[in-house]
């Protein structure tokens, strides 16, 4: 059969040459041969359109994609997903191809504010949110919002952290309709005040955890000149501790006495204190009256050093684009991850993944092909 030229559109062409190529995939080595055609006209040869490849590359899409998927899972290095990669019978590949591959698909993926318009997760509505920042880069951070009741992050970006672009995260956030009913930061008013401005009305707690380094960073000054720490340093702090992890309102509001009243609080040295205490008290105080509200930001704290574990030295970023490259897939892939050893509190989440937990129908689903659209 004639083909048409691919340069001149003759159709004065004849038979030239056989060509043999071979593809690489999961099963194995496959050879494969392709007619060559000679125009007459051009007096050139030519491969028909059918028959041109895309890629000069013998590795086939499905072996990108298990490379990319081992990185990810295992948190192991690209050498390492390289030997395991030979262990299927897959040779000739090295750690900077495998690179290459993972950054490309990563820049395919979508983000996760696409993934949860597309499968529309139904969250908790009681929120944690804080940044984190990258390695590599001098001012960019990942800004992350964590649904406290699926542990599912239904947004992500890349910026600076600042009031603008925690406005537009939550604007994501609004753009999803996700109902946020509680708010736990680590004190930063940008986080408050862009979610005030997008939500208006909503409980807010201040994260206990980051309160106590802040009031102790006020007494460094006073006991460092000490060779230890005075038992009054002492007391103050775990007065604030045991006011702060309070089982009750109760029971919490007998240590807040202790620290308005306590004679030896009432010093110079813990004025300063006192004052960053009372001033945060109506920030620290609402989670004693709504258990569902948390009095920390650990869960996200935790999030965020889970981050930081599958982030290898070959991926400290050049550029924000890698940078959110390289979070959205990680995000995708915690997205799917089932849980495998809770806490007792939380046993019913094992065995669950946080877009389970969110009430989507993950079973059959490839966690890199939903990303990739496919």
Request: proline content about 5%; glycine content about 6%.
């Amino acid at each position: 059969m004639e083909k048409a030229c691919i340069r001149c559109g003759s159709l004065h062409v004849r038979r030239h040459d056989m060509r043999a190529y071979k593809e690489i995939d999961m099963t194995g080595v496959h050879w494969k041969a392709y007619q060559r055609w000679w125009c007459v006209d051009c007096r050139r040869a030519f491969i028909p359109e059918r028959h041109q490849r895309a890629d000069a590359s013998p590795f086939r899409q499905e072996v990108r994609e298990k490379a990319t998927i081992l990185y990810v899972e295992t948190g192991a290095s690209y050498r390492a997903v390289v030997r395991e990669l030979e262990r299927y019978g897959i040779y000739g590949l090295d750690a900077k191809k495998v690179w290459t591959w993972v950054q490309a698909l990563a820049h395919d993926c979508s983000d996760p504010f696409t993934i949860s318009q597309r499968l529309k997760p139904c969250w908790s509505g009681w929120l944690q949110v804080d940044g984190d920042r990258l390695p590599g880069l001098d001012d960019q951070s990942v800004l992350a919002p964590f649904d406290v009741g699926t542990r599912d992050i239904p947004c992500a970006i890349v910026a600076r952290e600042s009031y603008a672009n925690y406005l537009r995260l939550f604007e994501q956030l609004k753009a999803l309709n996700y109902p946020l009913k509680g708010l736990t930061t680590d004190g930063d008013i940008a986080i408050f005040q862009a979610a005030k401005a997008v939500y208006g009305k909503f409980l807010y707690q201040r994260c206990r955890v980051h309160l106590d380094r802040n009031l102790d960073d006020a007494l460094r000054p006073y006991y460092t000149k000490f060779s230890k720490i005075p038992e009054e340093y002492e007391r103050f702090s775990k007065a604030y501790t045991s006011f702060a992890c309070a089982k009750n309102w109760k029971e919490a509001r007998t240590w807040l006495r202790f620290l308005l009243y306590y004679p030896t609080f009432s010093r110079p040295q813990f004025q300063g204190a006192k004052d960053i205490f009372l001033r945060a008290l109506p920030q620290i105080v609402p989670a004693f009256f709504e258990p569902h509200l948390s009095r920390s930001t650990n869960l996200v704290e935790n999030f965020f050093r889970f981050i930081d574990r599958r982030i290898t030295p070959m991926d400290r970023f050049q550029g924000e684009d890698t940078a959110q490259a390289m979070v959205k897939l990680i995000l995708l892939w915690y997205r799917f991850h089932k849980f495998t050893n809770p806490s007792k509190p939380y046993w019913y989440m094992k065995g669950k993944s946080p877009l389970q937990l969110a009430g989507v129908k993950t079973s059959g689903l490839n966690w890199l092909k939903v990303g990739l659209g496919k």
